[in-house]
């Protein structure tokens, strides 16, 4: 994807386009135990820095108008937004941008016979962003076993402890992946248990 992020140590937010062009729309989102922060930026260069100011609702308006911005009929904006809601503003920090459409019909390539007069192909990437504070929480919870707040980071937990280990110290790095053991065989176990009911 073109767009990349980058978290500075106090948690604001560096975009770049790497093909140069300009980064168009983003919404930085952040839902922090249901505290709920965005910021919405046109970004007319290939660089710049967003941080999340406080707002209270998810930005359902601002993305829906994105959406139609780029084509989509309003029906069309608001399925979209509804079938990734959930996904798209579960607990964490993200990023999402419309994926150019060069680059969406340069992989996806779409031929329709007869050709009609007009096409609106609208990808909306997500990126996931692992701030300052979450790595000190995932951190604390490794080190001092807590299995309720590292079952808060679902299907993150893996990459984000992977980032913690790579410039931890020996003696924690050995702690971190025993109690990764603990939690990945509870979760199996947790698994087992519901195939087999």
């Known amino acids: 994807m ?69 084509g989509l009929y309003a029906d069309e ?24 459409r060069r680059l969406v019909d340069s992989v996806l390539p779409l031929a329709i016979q007869p050709r009609p007069d007009d096409v609106a192909r609208v990808f909306v990437a997500r990126t996931e962003l692992v701030m300052p504070q979450a790595l000190a929480d995932v951190k604390r919870a490794l080190l001092t076993g807590d299995a309720d707040a590292l079952d808060a980071y679902g299907r993150f937990l893996d990459p984000i402890a992977r980032r913690i280990s790579a410039t931890a110290s020996p003696a924690e790095r050995a702690a971190i992946e025993s109690q990764l053991q603990r939690t990945y065989s509870v979760s199996a176990a947790v698994v087992d248990r519901c195939i087999a009911s």
Do not use: C, K
């Open 2 to 70: 073109p767009i990349a992020a980058t978290v500075g140590a106090g948690g604001d937010v560096e975009l770049r386009n790497s093909a140069g062009d300009a980064i168009g729309d983003v919404v930085v989102f952040a839902n922090d135990r249901g505290r709920l922060q965005y910021e919405v930026r046109h970004q007319a260069g290939a660089a710049g820095a967003i941080d999340p100011a406080v707002s209270g609702r998810e930005p359902t308006v601002e993305l829906h108008a994105m959406l139609v911005g780029q």
């Open 77 to 100: 904006a608001t399925a979209m937004v509804n079938t990734w809601r959930d996904s798209w503003f579960e607990p964490g920090t993200r990023i999402f941008y419309v994926v150019p």
